[in-house]
Nanobody, 127 residues
Framework: QVPLVESGGGLVQTGGSLRLSCAASTRVFSSYFMTWFRQAPGKEREFVAGLNWNGAMIDYADSVKGRFTISRDNVRNTVSLQMNSLKPEDTAVYYC????????????????????WGQGTQVTVSS
C-alpha cells in the first residue's frame, strides 16, 4: 500500500484555475502509474488524467483535454493536476490513485484497477 495525500482543492469561479497536488509515501514512486479520478455527487468515479514515470505515457479524459495538465516530480514523490478554465461540471471530489507497473490503455482509465487511493479533495466551481 502507498499512502497518498491530496491537497489544493477549494472553491473557484467559472473560468478560474486550481492546482491539485498528491504526495506519495514510497521509495519506489517512479514504479507507479499515477492517475487522477473524480467523483461528483450521485455519479460514478471517472478518470481524469494519468501518466507513467517519465510522462511518455499520458492520457486525459476528453472532457478535460486542453484545460488540465498532469505532471509528476519523481524526486519529491508528487503528482500534480493543473486545472484551468474550470467549469461548474468539474465540481467533484478529486482523488489521486497509484498503480504499480504500466497498465494497458483501457486499464489505466478503470478505477477498479487501482488499489492505492488518497482521501480526496473537494473542488467546487461556481457559476
Amino acid at each position: 500500500q502507498v499512502p497518498l495525500v491530496e491537497s489544493g482543492g477549494g472553491l473557484v469561479q467559472t473560468g478560474g484555475s486550481l492546482r491539485l497536488s498528491c504526495a506519495a509515501s514510497t521509495r519506489v514512486f517512479s514504479s507507479y502509474f499515477m492517475t487522477w479520478f473524480r467523483q461528483a455527487p450521485g455519479k460514478e468515479r471517472e478518470f481524469v488524467a494519468g501518466l507513467n514515470w517519465n510522462g511518455a505515457m499520458i492520457d486525459y479524459a476528453d472532457s478535460v483535454k486542453g484545460r488540465f495538465t498532469i505532471s509528476r516530480d519523481n524526486v519529491r514523490n508528487t503528482v500534480s493536476l493543473q486545472m484551468n478554465s474550470l467549469k461548474p461540471e468539474d465540481t467533484a471530489v478529486y482523488y489521486c490513485a497509484a498503480l504499480m507497473g504500466v497498465p494497458s490503455a483501457l486499464a489505466l482509465r478503470d478505477h477498479n484497477e487501482y488499489d492505492n487511493w488518497g482521501q480526496g479533495t473537494q473542488v467546487t466551481v461556481s457559476s
